[in-house]
C-alpha cells in the first residue's frame, strides 16, 4: 500500500507572500533565499516614516488607486488580520516599480491593458 504525502495548506496569503518575496528579492538584488518578508517590509516601512508619510514614486495616481482596490480584493482583512492594503502592500509596489525600471514597465502595462480592457467590457 502506498504512502500518501501530507501537503500543507497553503492559504492565497501565503502564496501571495511568497510571489512579493520572489519579486522583491528581484527588484532589490537579493538573493532569494536571502530575501525576508520582515527586510522588504521594514524598507517600506522605513521610507513610509523618514517621508512623514509615503510619497508616490513610481504610480500614477489613478495607478495607486488601481493596485489599491486590487489588493483589497485579493487579501481582504478577516478577523484574523488586516488587508493587504492594511499591510503596505501599496506601498511596496511603488517600491518596486522605483526600484527596477524593467518591473515598473511591466506593472505599467499591465494597469494600462487592465483599464483598456474595462473600458471595452464596459462599452460591450
Same mark, same amino acid.
Given at each position: 500500500?502506498s504512502?500518501?504525502? !501530507?501537503?500543507?495548506?497553503?492559504?492565497?496569503?501565503?502564496?501571495?507572500?511568497?510571489?512579493?518575496?520572489?519579486?522583491?528579492?528581484? /527588484?532589490?538584488?537579493i538573493?532569494?533565499? !536571502?530575501? /525576508? +518578508? !520582515?527586510?522588504?517590509?521594514?524598507?517600506?516601512?522605513?521610507?513610509? /516614516? +523618514?517621508?512623514?508619510?509615503?510619497?508616490?514614486?513610481?504610480?500614477?495616481?489613478?495607478?495607486?488607486?488601481?493596485?489599491?482596490?486590487?489588493?483589497?480584493?485579493? @487579501?481582504?482583512a478577516?478577523? @484574523?488580520? /488586516?488587508?493587504?492594503?492594511? +499591510?503596505?502592500?501599496?506601498?511596496?509596489?511603488?517600491?518596486?516599480?522605483?526600484?527596477?525600471?524593467?518591473?515598473?514597465?511591466?506593472?505599467?502595462?499591465?494597469?494600462?491593458?487592465?483599464?483598456?480592457?474595462?473600458?471595452?467590457?464596459?462599452?460591450?
Open positions: 500500500m504512502k500518501l504525502i !501530507q501537503i500543507p495548506e497553503f492559504s492565497r496569503r501565503d502564496a501571495l507572500r511568497s510571489i512579493a518575496l520572489a519579486v522583491a528579492a528581484a /527588484g532589490f538584488g538573493p532569494i533565499e !536571502q530575501a /525576508g +518578508a !520582515q527586510q522588504v517590509h521594514a524598507q517600506a516601512t522605513n521610507m513610509k /516614516g +523618514a517621508l512623514g508619510g509615503y510619497h508616490r514614486q513610481a504610480l500614477t495616481e489613478h495607478e495607486w488607486e488601481t493596485v489599491t482596490r486590487l489588493a483589497a480584493m485579493i @487579501v481582504p478577516d478577523d @484574523v488580520s /488586516g488587508s493587504a492594503v492594511d +499591510a503596505g502592500a501599496v506601498e511596496f509596489t511603488d517600491l518596486l516599480c522605483a526600484s527596477n525600471e524593467d518591473l515598473a514597465n511591466i506593472f505599467h502595462g499591465g494597469l494600462a491593458w487592465l483599464d483598456a480592457t474595462m473600458r471595452e467590457r464596459e462599452n460591450a
